[in-house]
């Protein structure tokens, strides 16, 4: 099992910033872990969720939803076991629960096993 908790949301006034971090642990981190992705996700109040971003461990492989592009980057600590999403200039239509998620990688939730409880995120106009 693997256990992942983030934290870093909050309110911004629009063209502010936030960093979301995630910290991943469990039984068996060490050993499957290091072949994982961790994918950041959003839902907003009456939507859907939707993908934000992911990296992989191994490479640093980095991908984001157009969306985002260019406004968010995520980053990681190997030492930390600690996944970053820096957002820059938020928009108001960034507001949403902000999630971490661990699996395989991919842009589908259904591609991520294990989740954190979910951190919000309120950018003001």
């Known amino acids: 099992q693997v256990q992942l908790v983030e934290s870093g949301g909050g309110l911004v006034q629009a063209g502010g910033s936030l960093r979301l971090s995630c910290t991943a642990s469990?039984?068996?981190?060490?050993?499957?872990?290091?072949?994982?992705?961790m994918g950041w996700f959003r839902q907003a109040p009456g939507k859907e969720r939707e993908f934000v971003g992911a990296?992989?461990?191994?490479?640093?492989?980095?991908y984001y939803a157009d969306s985002v592009k260019g406004r968010f980057t995520i980053s990681k600590d190997n030492a930390k076991n600690t996944v970053y999403l820096q957002m820059n200039g938020l928009k108001p239509e960034d507001t949403a629960v902000y999630y971490c998620?661990?699996?395989?990688?991919?842009?589908?939730?259904?591609?991520?096993?294990?989740w954190g409880q979910g951190t919000q995120v309120t950018v003001s106009s």
């Open positions: 998620a661990a699996g395989v990688g991919g842009y589908n939730s259904r591609d991520y096993d294990y």
């Open positions: 469990g039984r068996t981190f060490g050993h499957t872990f290091s072949f994982y992705a």
């Open positions: 990296i992989h461990w191994s490479g640093g492989i980095t």
